[in-house]
């Protein structure tokens, strides 16, 4: 019953809003057992897992699950991927799972400038910059001075390989 897992999914965001997060996963697992389908259930759980439980690799799973429902979610991808960072994920394994989602990652300046961070730890200082000059990217909140940060570095970076390569050719 569909409707039956709607309301036990919006019994658990009452839940959650009212910091009772046991009842709110409870209401959240009885709402994914009745439809399976739902993602945002999902997501809900894995940040609720991560946060309130400390249960990661519950997390983890539950997070990937509703991406793999909605694979055209936007936020989820972020939210996975970052999930991915405080895990621990190699940079070439979030670099690579980004261009399989190069839709996505441009429709979000977070995601857009975190494939940049992701280029420029892997030494990829002109790609970075290539990407960061092509994007007009807008304030948002937790995100002042990150543009700037990231372009600074590019261009230290190149900087840097460019002085190296002199001092080798000098006789």
């Known amino acids: 019953m569909p409707e039956c897992s709607k309301a036990n999914y919006y019994l658990g965001n009452f839940w959650y809003a ?3 997060y046991d009842k709110a996963i409870e209401c959240w697992i009885n709402s ?3 439809d399976d389908s739902f993602p945002t259930v999902r997501r809900n759980l894995a940040l609720a897992y991560f946060n309130k439980s400390k249960n990661s690799n519950t997390a983890l799973l539950e997070l990937e699950k509703a991406f793999e429902l909605d694979p ?3 936020r989820i991808l972020m939210e996975l991927d970052q999930l991915y960072k405080m895990l621990g994920k190699d940079f070439e394994f979030r670099l690579s799972f980004l261009a399989k989602h190069l839709d996505l990652v441009n429709f979000r300046d977070d995601l857009y400038l975190e494939r940049i961070t992701l280029l420029n730890f892997n030494g990829k ?3 970075a910059l290539e990407l960061l000059l092509k994007r007009k990217f807008h304030p948002w909140e937790g995100g002042e001075g990150k543009v700037t940060g ?3 570095f590019s261009l230290t970076e190149m ?10 050719l000098k006789p």
């Open 125 to 127: 200082f002109e790609e």
């Open 150 to 152: 990231q372009y600074i």
């Open 32 to 34: 994914r057992e009745l």
């Open 72 to 74: 055209s979610d936007a």
């Open 159 to 168: 900087a840097k390989q460019e002085i190296k390569e002199k001092m080798q």
């Open 18 to 20: 009212s910091k009772q």
